[in-house]
C-alpha cells in the first residue's frame, strides 16, 4: 500500500496564496490517480480537486475553478495543490487520497488510501 504525508497547511490573509504537497511512500504516485478534500468545521467532507493516473486531466469543484491548480510530479513521487485568491471560506483540513484507477474521481468511495490531513486557515 501507499502512504501519503500532506504539508505545506498554514494562516495566511485573504487574498494570499499557499501551496499544499502530498509526498508519497512505500508506492510511487505513478500507480494511482489523485485527489484533494477538505473540511471545515462542523461541515461534511467537500470534494476539491482530482487529477488522472497519467496526469493528462484535472477536475475541479466548481467554485474552485480558475484559483485552485492540481499538479503531479511523479519523480518526486509528490502531488500539489496551489491555492490562490484564498478566501476565509477556504479554511478547512485538507486530505490528500490516492485512488486504485487511471481517471479522475469526485467521491470519497473512489479513493482507497488517505493522508492525516493539513490545516489551512485564512484571516479576514
Known amino acids: 500500500q501507499v502512504q501519503l504525508v500532506e504539508s505545506g497547511g498554514g494562516l495566511v490573509q485573504a487574498g494570499g496564496s499557499l501551496r499544499l504537497s502530498c509526498a508519497a511512500s512505500g508506492r510511487t504516485i505513478s500507480n494511482y490517480a489523485m485527489g484533494w478534500f477538505r473540511q471545515a468545521p462542523g461541515k461534511e467532507r467537500e470534494f476539491v480537486a482530482a487529477?488522472?493516473?497519467?496526469?493528462?486531466?484535472?477536475y475541479y469543484a466548481d467554485s474552485l475553478k480558475g484559483r485552485f491548480t492540481f499538479s503531479r510530479d511523479n519523480a518526486k513521487s509528490t502531488v500539489y495543490l496551489e491555492m490562490n485568491s484564498l478566501k476565509p471560506e477556504d479554511t478547512a483540513l485538507y486530505y490528500c487520497?490516492?485512488?486504485?484507477?487511471?481517471?479522475?474521481?469526485?467521491?470519497?468511495?473512489?479513493?482507497?488510501?488517505w493522508g492525516q490531513g493539513t490545516q489551512v486557515t485564512v484571516s479576514s
Open positions: 487520497a490516492a485512488a486504485d484507477g487511471s481517471y479522475y474521481y469526485t467521491r470519497q468511495r473512489n479513493y482507497d488510501y
Open positions: 487529477i488522472t493516473r497519467d496526469g493528462d486531466i484535472t
